[in-house]
């Protein structure tokens, strides 16, 4: 009897084991992504500059690009991407459920999100804060006088919690007006339904665009929190995490050793310089760390770019929205962007 009862304990003992071996490489999202073929990645579903279908129907923008290095990281190959937009509401549940692979859709950083439902929060891609955007011609200068408002704003975001926040604080009346998306948020505005509309800096630049008259709107000085941007990845796979938060130091990195798109062949022909050998994977840990081919950081430079590059096209003075570097600047810019050593 005894024996027996060994035995089916030996039985058990071995299918759990196996189990927690299967679970584990459920668990895995590098394996899932290779599977697959394709990085899921979660979007806003339009918000120009960080990720808007072009008139192709293409997703364009820095968070998209960001999704891009990943798969180029992971996969080889930048269009290796599956979009899915997602309202402010849906994607913390998008990512937790296993919907979505990474979550590169302007999301701030905070305590609560980042301890509190099962998500990790991989760096910082983006600085922001969140100001205001009035009519011209109700002759306002400062958040300050905006006591009584009719305030837009998105639902789910940071952006509800500041607003509310900064009125009491200052001692002001608002009505909030709620939407959902953006486009609503930005209409809403544009039809008069409210005099202010609140999101991020950058967000204010990106929906003034679509303004019937983006020259009838003003934004106001006044930056009323800290809105740091980033990927976000599930709790528990710390692989994933790495690598998602190495995607964007290897940007950021090539920006500073001004490794390009365009200069990357020649340079791993030609440099002799250790940062630049390490960046690309000729010399240093290369890939092994992270689970990925050697050539990883390489690819990610050669077919989307450096941080700088991927900045100046999607936001920045190359792009509509003209944002200026400022925080977003290198540490040796002026800017507080900065990222670990490659070695
Ligand atoms: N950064 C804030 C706000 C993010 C947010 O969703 N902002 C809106 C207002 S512009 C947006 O991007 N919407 C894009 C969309 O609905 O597609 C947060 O993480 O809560």
């Not at 009862?5 to 992504?33: R, Y």
């Not at 130091?249 to 940062?275: G, H, R, W, Y």
């Not at 190359?318 to 570097?325: E, G």
Request: glycine content about 10%; charged content about 20%.
């Amino acid at each position: 009897m005894a024996k027996k009862i060994t035995g089916v304990l030996a039985v058990l003992a071995t299918s759990a084991t196996l189990f927690a071996m299967n679970a584990n490489a459920a668990d895995s999202t590098l394996d899932k992504v290779k599977k697959q073929g394709y990085v899921q990645c979660g979007v806003s579903a339009g918000l120009p500059g960080f990720s808007n279908p072009n008139a192709k129907g293409q997703w364009e923008g820095l968070d998209v690009e960001f999704c891009q290095a990943v798969a180029a990281a992971t996969l080889g190959d930048k269009s290796k991407v599956k979009y899915i937009p997602l309202t402010a509401k849906e994607r913390f549940t998008a990512l937790q459920s296993g919907e979505i692979d990474i979550l590169s859709r302007n999301t701030t950083w905070t305590l609560h999100r980042d301890t509190s439902l099962g998500l990790n929060f991989t760096g910082v891609s983006y600085y922001d804060g969140q100001g205001f955007m009035v009519k011209k011609d109700m002759g306002i200068k400062s958040a300050k006088d905006l006591d009584g408002a009719a305030v837009c704003v998105q639902s789910g975001t940071t952006t509800e919690l500041n607003l509310a926040d900064y009125f009491r604080v200052n001692g002001m009346k608002y009505k909030p007006v709620v939407f959902d998306t953006a486009p609503q948020t930005s209409k809403g505005f544009d039809s008069g339904r409210c005099d202010v509309l609140t999101t991020d800096q950058s967000g204010l630049y990106a929906l003034r665009l679509n303004l019937k008259d983006p020259a009838s709107a003003v934004v106001l000085p006044e930056i009323i929190s800290k809105e740091p941007l980033g990927p976000v990845v599930r709790q528990g796979d710390d692989q994933w995490f790495n690598i998602v938060r190495w995607t964007l130091f290897t940007m950021i990195n090539a920006e500073e050793f001004n490794v390009t798109s365009a200069n990357v062949d020649t340079l791993k022909k030609e440099s002799k310089d250790p940062n630049i050998r390490r960046l690309i994977g000729l010399d240093g840990p290369k890939g092994k760390g992270l689970g990925l081919n050697d050539d990883w950081g390489f690819q990610i430079i050669k077919q989307v770019g450096n941080y700088g590059e991927s900045f100046q096209r999607t936001v920045g003075l190359d792009s509509p929205l003209k944002i200026k570097r400022g925080l977003n600047a290198l540490w040796t810019e002026g800017g507080i962007q900065y990222a670990p050593p490659i070695r």
